[in-house]
DNA sequence: CGGGATATTGATTGATTTCAATGTGAGTGG
DNA sequence: CCACTCACATTGAAATCAATCAATATCCCG
């Protein structure tokens, strides 16, 4: 049931190298680097469908995906994106319940569910590492209703340049990976608000922007105190 | 627990048959009901709050719990409302992310954090439905983002209708343990939204609201229309 | 029956969306 | 190298949905 659209490419899992140092042993990481397959996906190219069934769980190696879910009329919320070194795919159930795409040319590993569903119930560390994930996929869902129930575009915006900025690691400059589209979707907004606020941020002298995808955080301070 | 379709993941031990139509086993239920401490809170009291140390997991038995943050200068986003049977305060961190508290007299049963994982470490039936807990919550709160950050007024009062009907297993008549600003926060309205969204349902012949807290379903159809 | 909290309804404002151009930048082919 | 294109982003003007401000109305409980 590998048939993805542009993926299914190198199956034969050659081990490969875990990018981005973690600091401490992860021993979710470890199950894929070690039985995870490779696969590519293009830019834009479906990873996994809403509705499909949730066989394999995924570690972004390089690129980065979004996971969202539509309404029927084509309105649609990005609930994540995931970077180099995230997981994505977990599923309590036998069925994913949103669509996975790839915003980049993307790299990922993926592990079969059941293998590593097995390898859980032998080994706790990997068990831990399902709880840790899960658990922290649920606290930035939190967040992230509390800034969609409740936070206004100015400080939607400003959160969403923290996030980025934190996940990066370099509080300075930041290349985001997303388009306009995706940034108004995952923080519920439009295009149209999302640039405005933008350019009102630079006009408040808060971030610069050399370009439409890379961002400088010239006051980090103020974006943090719309962060409410 | 890890409901699958028929021929679907090997588990690593045989799966037991259920009794068609009968609830499943529930080992963590189990080991709420054989270990927990009964606690009761009055209407309004804080069950525990953000940032205390996540030392209990807790389980509803009478009653009604929401959960929330809270922004800096008040505003509030309720995560989700937890009723007889559901289960709430699972935490990876040390600490509470969110804030609980009664909303109608309540009875928890009240588990230790290091009791449970103990146990989970040894019973993988308990891991599971840990695990299934947590997933569970997960998708709750997807849903809920796309609620938050998708859907209008009328959309969400919807939904939330159809949700409370389907947790009370009625479809006809409703019994809403919140008031309106409970509502409110939870769907990212104002009371005044709230409270004009359900009339103007009423209007429709959508619903019935004999009392502020019953509401009858009277059109269900329209109701799941209105869900997207 | 009175009083306080909760809910509904009305009038108005305002933030964000929608509709509509215009601008910009990367890639292509002449 | 430049003109062209196409996708993406920005900016402007108008419309709209929900919030806010402001009265009532209703319910519950003494």
Known sequence: MLMHKSGDIATTKPVVPIPSGMPEVDALADAFAVMGAVMRFEHNSEIFGEGEPADYFYRVVKGAVRTYKLLNDGRRQISAFHMAGDIFGLEAGAEHRFTADAIADTTV?????????????????????????????????????????RKNAHERVASFLLEMAERSAGLQSVELPMSRQDIADYLGLTIETVSRTLTL????????????????????AALRRLNA
């Open 109 to 149: 590993l993926v592990i079969k569910r059941s293998t590593l569903m097995a390898l859980a119930a032998r080994d706790s560390d990997i068990a831990s590492g399902l709880w840790t994930q899960a658990t922290g996929d649920l606290l930035r869902a939190q967040d992230h209703m509390l800034l969609l129930g």
């Open 201 to 220: 941020l630079e006009s408040e002298a808060a971030i610069e922007l050399p370009t439409s995808r890379r961002i400088l955080l010239r006051d980090p």
